[in-house]
């Protein structure tokens, strides 16, 4: 049998030093990007969406890259990717060219040639694909406390909340008001809806509304509404988001004062946000209307139009003007009501 060599004392450190410059020098795992300008980038490939690629580097944290930029990914570990028809895929390696995008399957190693911009999403939210759910939410409060030569009080709540599902998503949205001056109110309304969609494709959608309204100015004890509608996603995006609906209602209002009313309305919902500056500057505009079937003096508009600033950790400042019009309101209250606010908020 051979004698296996026993390193002396002298020798020991010696290659102890070695084996730990071969580690240093040996490359670590880390996804691999080659770029259209010949520049290679070492780091993990986190997402994929809207046409920007999320990259975690060691030595600037995440960076944004333009997806149209990328000539090749090569991963250590497999992503996923998904097309815009919502066909998924598992891979290590994307080489983009003019012509086409080559995606090489890691279950097979068969390689596919697709458009160059049919990829939608890499590593895209579960929920994307059928599984689990996203939960959205905004809560924007805005107060006043004001003594002195004018005695004042204002409260101004407002927020919303979602679920999405693949094919279905459930929002809600509510708000309050409640002002007073020298100790007499001055304004109290509030309002609540609700808002249930399917999508019978990826932007085609249909669903139902509910919604209850209280203005004690406006001289409305309780306007109730429910009814089915129809709606289009154009976009569904981080940086830019607009959807529309039209539908029927049925609408039941109690006034305080004048004579109760229902009638059957049609009624559009309006909801869009962009970033103007992405991830510093949102503008943002919702507006729902009802127009009565029986008698078109019976407009009845909300809207909402502003600016939202992302500060730090999900807390937002938001500009605000909101205009109301009723044309159901007796004759000797204003028909329309607008109001400025600043707002401070928490999005999540």
Same mark, same amino acid.
């Given at each position: 049998?051979?004698?296996? $060599?026993?390193?002396?004392?002298?020798?020991? $450190?010696?290659?102890?030093?070695?084996?730990?410059?071969?580690?240093?020098?040996a490359p670590s795992a880390a996804d691999e990007l080659l770029m259209k300008d010949g520049s290679r980038l070492l780091g993990k490939v986190v997402k994929q969406e809207d046409g920007t690629l999320d990259f975690e580097t060691t030595y600037a944290g995440t960076i944004k890259v333009k997806w149209d930029q990328v000539s090749e990914l090569h991963a250590d570990e497999p992503v996923r990717v998904m097309l815009e028809d !919502?066909?998924?895929? !598992?891979?290590a390696d994307i080489t983009r060219e003019d012509g086409a995008a080559v995606v090489t399957a890691v279950t097979d190693g068969t390689s596919v040639s697709i458009e160059p911009d049919a990829i939608a999403f890499i590593n895209p939210e579960p929920w994307r694909y059928g599984e689990g759910y996203?939960?959205?939410?905004?809560?924007?409060? =805005?107060?006043?406390?004001?003594?002195?030569?004018?005695?004042?009080?204002e409260i101004d709540i407002d927020g919303n909340l979602g679920l999405r599902w693949k094919d279905d998503r459930v929002t809600f949205y509510g708000q309050l008001e409640k002002d007073s001056s020298f100790g007499e109110t001055t304004a109290q309304n509030w309002l609540l809806?609700?808002?249930?969609?399917?999508?019978?494709?990826?932007?085609?959608?249909?669903?139902a509304n509910v919604g209850f309204e209280h203005d004690e100015f406006a001289d409305l004890d309780l306007r109730s509404k429910i009814g089915p509608h129809i709606g289009?996603?154009?976009? !569904?995006?981080?940086?830019?988001?607009?959807?529309?609906?039209?539908?029927?209602?049925?609408?039941n209002e109690n006034f305080i004062s004048a004579e109760d009313n229902d009638y059957a309305a049609l009624?559009?919902?309006?909801?869009?946000?962009?970033?103007?500056? $992405?991830?510093?500057?949102?503008?943002?505009?919702?507006?729902?209307?009802?127009?009565?079937? !029986?008698?078109?003096?019976?407009?009845?508009?909300?809207?909402?139009? =502003?600016?939202?600033? $992302?500060?730090?950790?999900?807390i937002v400042a938001s500009l605000e003007a909101e205009v109301k019009y009723d =044309?159901?309101?007796?004759?000797?209250?204003?028909k329309t009501d607008t109001t400025y606010r600043a707002k401070l908020g928490y999005q999540w």
């Open positions: 049998m051979k004698a296996i $060599p026993v390193l002396n004392s002298r020798e020991r $450190p010696c290659i102890a030093l070695l084996a730990a410059m071969l580690l240093a020098v !919502e066909e998924l895929y !598992e891979t996203r939960l959205t939410g905004l809560l924007n409060a =805005g107060l006043v406390y004001q003594r002195g030569n004018t005695v004042s009080d809806t609700g808002k249930y969609d399917h999508f019978q494709t990826e932007r085609f959608y249909y669903g289009y996603q154009f976009y !569904e995006r981080p940086t830019l988001n607009l959807s529309t609906d039209i539908g029927i209602m049925y609408v009624s559009w919902l309006v909801d869009y946000d962009w970033f103007v500056i $992405p991830d510093h500057v949102q503008l943002y505009h919702r507006q729902n209307g009802l127009l009565s079937m !029986e008698d078109t003096g019976d407009l009845v508009i909300n809207s909402w139009t =502003g600016f939202r600033f $992302p500060l730090y950790m999900g =044309g159901s309101s007796p004759s000797d209250i204003d």
